[in-house]
T-cell receptor, first 110, second 116 residues
Framework: QQPVQSPQAVILREGEDAVINCSSS?????VHWYRQKHGEAPVFLMI?????EQKGHEKISASFNEKKQQSSLYLTASQLSYSGTYFC???????????FGKGTKLSVIP | EAGVAQSPRYKIIEKRQSVAFWCNPI?????LYWYQQILGQGPKLLIQ????????DSQLPKDRFSAERLKGVDSTLKIQPAKLEDSAVYLC??????????????FGPGTRLTVT
């Protein structure tokens, strides 16, 4: 079942923060985050396994609440290079495959 | 390290024609995926191979789509006959380990198919 992402789109000025949410009605084993720039392939950001861990990569971090089957991606002090569409991919327990959400389009303007 | 290679990058065909896409994954990657990405949507898994065996093809429209992975390396995806709704970007991805979605997937540049 396809996860639900929110918001669908967001516009930020450089230096502002953003949160992108991903939720599923299914029990999840992991959540993956990818960023796709226009006309390019999706690029891996991070994986979160069940256990509620939070990961970080410079100014981009994410959390996974396995009780609520929700994950959030946090972008702090946004840069122009953060622009793109962010997809979460969810793996249900035992499925061994990812189901991607419809994406959140992030635009960072000067 | 070379990335995932795909060809062609673009293809325009008429409905009812056939088309084939090719993918060469990252060397040593056991798992290969084909995704369909319709404009404005997330990638949708069509088929997943581990080495040269099919792990999942539940979302592959088997009346018109077929895929194979020769010798556990390269893969081809074929559509015959094509329909207008097949217009999309076809993405190939690979991952290092076995049939587990917890592995990081590396995507190729994709093939943009337009069916007229």
């Amino acid at each position: 079942q396809q996860p639900v992402q929110s918001p669908q789109a967001v516009i930020l000025r450089e230096g502002e923060d953003a949160v992108i949410n991903c939720s599923s009605s299914k029990a999840l084993y992991s959540v993956h985050w990818y960023r796709q720039k226009h006309g390019e392939a999706p690029v891996f950001l991070m994986i979160l396994l069940k256990g509620g861990e939070q990961k970080g990569h410079e100014k981009i971090s994410a959390s996974f609440n396995e009780k609520k089957q929700q994950s959030s991606l946090y972008l702090t002090a946004s840069q122009l290079s953060y622009s793109g569409t962010y997809f979460c991919g969810t793996e249900e327990a035992g499925s061994y495959q990812l189901t991607f959400g419809k994406g959140t389009k992030l635009s960072v303007i000067p | 390290e070379a990335g995932v290679a795909q060809s062609p990058r673009y293809k325009i065909i008429e409905k009812r024609q056939s088309v084939a896409f090719w993918c060469n994954p990252i060397s040593g990657h056991a798992t290969l995926y084909w995704y369909q990405q319709i404009l404005g949507q997330g990638p949708k898994l069509l088929i997943q191979f581990q080495n040269n065996g099919v792990v999942d093809d539940s979302q592959l429209p088997k009346d018109r789509f077929s895929a194979e992975r020769l010798k556990g390396v390269d893969s081809t995806l074929k559509i015959q006959p094509a329909k207008l709704e097949d217009s999309a970007v076809y993405l190939c991805a690979s991952s290092l380990r076995g049939a587990s979605g917890t592995d990081e997937q590396y995507f190729g540049p994709g093939t943009r198919l337009t069916v007229t």
